[in-house]
């Protein structure tokens, strides 16, 4: 039985991952990871890197609709000062 993933989980994945790491945050085996990449069935593009199978974690993110979250940008309260003499 594949356990479930938090969205925490899924964010701190890796750029890249393997096949058997796409399927299990998909809900799907091993088994049928892989019987679904062979026959380009995988609900995400595989990428094929010599004998390996490599799935692009954003493709698998935008699946499952979790997105990115930017990392918000702060600036220091400044109160606004009118430039003297002008």
């Known amino acids: 039985m594949n356990r479930a993933w938090t969205a925490d989980e899924v964010l701190a994945l890796p750029v890249v991952v393997d096949l058997v790491t796409a399927g299990s945050v998909l809900g799907m085996g091993r088994s049928a990871s892989y019987e679904m ?34 990392t918000p940008v702060t600036r220091p309260a400044t109160p606004f000062r009118p430039a003297s003499g002008l």
């Open 37 to 70: 990449a062979r026959r380009g069935e995988f609900p995400v593009p595989v990428l094929k890197v010599g004998h390996r199978y490599r799935v692009v974690s954003a493709r698998l993110r935008e699946l499952v609709g979790i997105h990115d979250q930017p």
